[in-house]
């Protein structure tokens, strides 16, 4: 096992071959000219070991967003009933990031210009973010004791969500001079958070 995590999560050295292989190839020949068969190629994996940690080529322009997004379902899991909901996503939103170094940025956030991966990054982008908003409607959900589809619950949930996706983007691209990714996921959910005190109700 490498000693590198994906937020807490160790990855195993097919894992790290294939991303960086992936960085390499999209750097040299672009997103669109790089074929699945070529990143494991040049990782020394075979095509069925890729499929094995990966969906789909687009996942290795967003490693370690979509490890936060899995590791803040689990942390909004364990949350007790009773818990101020706001209070609780901040906190795991908080706890999701804080081993996330400087230099862990998700390639679609930094490099979509050179490897010409700027559809490809709206696209699956907006896929992330529809998924990290149904984790959180799905917490809020069930703290509130309100349906999934519940018009507060959703608004919240997007607020939140799109103040997340806000603070991944600027963090990412204010380059080798870019802080901790917590204090720019702080200062977002900030923004937002005094409307959201107002709507949300106590536990009920």
Sequence with gaps: MDSRNTVGRPRTTSRLMLEDAAAELFLENTYALTTIEQIAQRAGVSRNTFFNYFGAKSD?????????????????????????????????????????????????????????????????????????????ASFLARQLSRPADDLLVLSAANAISGALSAAWTVWARDGIGRGPLADYISSALEIVSSGLELALPGPP
């Design 60 to 136: 290795l322009l967003w490693v370690e967003l979509d490890a936060g997004i899995d590791r803040l379902a689990e942390e909004l899991k364990s949350v007790p009933p009773g818990v101020p909901a706001l209070a609780a996503v901040r906190d795991a939103a908080l706890r999701v990031v804080a081993d996330i170094g400087v230099d862990r940025v998700p390639l679609a956030l930094t490099q979509d210009d050179v490897m010409g991966t700027r559809e490809e990054t709206r696209s699956s982008g907006l896929v992330r973010l529809a998924r990290r908003s149904d984790v959180i």
